[in-house]
């Protein structure tokens, strides 16, 4: 138990597709993070909520991206018309002053 | 903007040995800065957490340290084991940046 639970695990789906991915803090925390983290680099910011407000997004997000966190408590990450290019693991965090937590990511796999 | 280098990208050492990995970061005004571990295709676990205050953190055969004017952190495994096979993630917050990683050293330790 990471105190994040995203869904699903695994997503496979072909290009061109539309996915959405959901990430569930276990309890609720203000700021919420998605990273995106390609084989053997280490994650990268992608965006950040503040509650319910997206504040920052990441050059990393074009425009077939969008992230939504309706009640500032779970928030989703939508990909439109994925490429090849796509294909990672989506990684969701809490985490503020105390350090990061980490949900087990969203592997998606674009064929 | 925060740069993060991990040194070795790779590790490979026997049962019982001591190690260290090494993480630099560019800027020096952190906040704080964290270990992470990560075992293959999983998500993110964290290890230590070190204030910009602090020299130092230990849990169990892990031992962190932080030397914020140098720009250097350093993660020192005891007694290593084959259980500690993974990729070790560093990763640092500047102000209101998101954190920043490093691209990981991944570690091999043969029974």
């Known amino acids: 138990d990471t105190g994040v639970s995203q869904n699903p695990r695994h997503k496979i789906t072909k290009r061109g597709q539309n996915v959405t991915f959901r990430c569930d803090p276990i309890s609720e925390h203000n700021r919420l993070y998605w990273y995106r983290q390609t084989l053997g680099q280490g994650p990268e910011f992608l965006t950040y909520?503040?509650?319910?407000?997206?504040?920052?997004k990441s050059r990393l997000l074009s425009d077939r991206f969008s992230a939504e966190r309706p009640k500032g408590s779970f928030s989703t990450l939508e990909i439109q018309r994925t490429e090849q290019g796509d294909s990672a693991m989506y990684l969701c965090?809490?985490?503020?002053?105390?350090?990061?937590?980490f949900g087990s990511g969203t592997r998606l796999t674009v064929v | 903007k925060q740069e993060v280098t991990q040194i070795p990208a790779a590790l490979s050492v026997p049962e019982g040995e001591n190690l260290v990995l090494n993480c630099s970061f560019t800027d020096s005004a952190i906040y704080n800065l964290q270990w992470f571990r990560q075992d293959p295709g999983k998500g993110l676990t964290s290890l230590l957490l070190?204030?910009?205050?602090?020299r130092e953190q230990t849990s169990g055969r892990l031992n962190a340290s932080l030397d914020k004017s140098s720009g250097r952190s350093t993660l020192y495994i005891a007694a290593s084991q084959p259980g500690d096979s993974a990729t070790y993630l560093c990763a640092v917050k500047t102000g209101n940046t998101p954190l920043v990683f490093g691209k990981g050293t991944r570690l091999s330790v043969i029974a």
């Open positions: 070190i204030q910009s205050s602090q």
């Open positions: 909520f503040q509650n319910e407000a997206q504040l920052e």
């Open positions: 965090a809490y985490g503020g002053s105390y350090g990061y937590t």
